[in-house]
């Protein structure tokens, strides 16, 4: 009995963990659409809608909008990995020593 209400409250804590963690990745990338007082609909490429509630303050329809854990943010902030775009190195110039090779 002890060691199945164990694994139950393991199993409750790894799905509560899990829920925290996807939470706090959620991002949405559009362009506004629509500004309702403080509801504020984007719209995204796919064409997925979502209405933020937030201050349009600075914003107008139009914009695009990064939404970052519900806060809305001007512009669309996109950030690539370090390495992803560089080009491959150049090889070496010249004759190649034994050592070289």
Do not use: H, Q
């Not at 409250?9 to 959620?26: H, N, Q, R």
């Not at 809608?49 to 107008?60: D, M, P, T, Y």
């Amino acid at each position: 009995m002890k060691k199945s209400f164990m694994v139950f409250m393991v199993m409750v804590f790894l799905l509560w963990c899990s829920g925290i963690s996807l939470a706090a990745y959620d991002m949405f990338l559009g362009t506004i659409t629509k500004i309702d007082g403080k509801n504020i609909t984007i719209k995204a490429e796919n064409g997925d809608e979502k209405i933020v509630k937030g201050s349009a303050r600075g914003l107008a329809v139009g914009d695009k909008v990064t939404v970052k854990n519900g806060k809305i943010v001007k512009g669309v902030e996109v950030k690539e990995r370090k390495g992803d775009n560089d080009p491959p190195p150049e090889p070496p110039k010249g004759k190649l020593k034994a050592k070289d090779r």
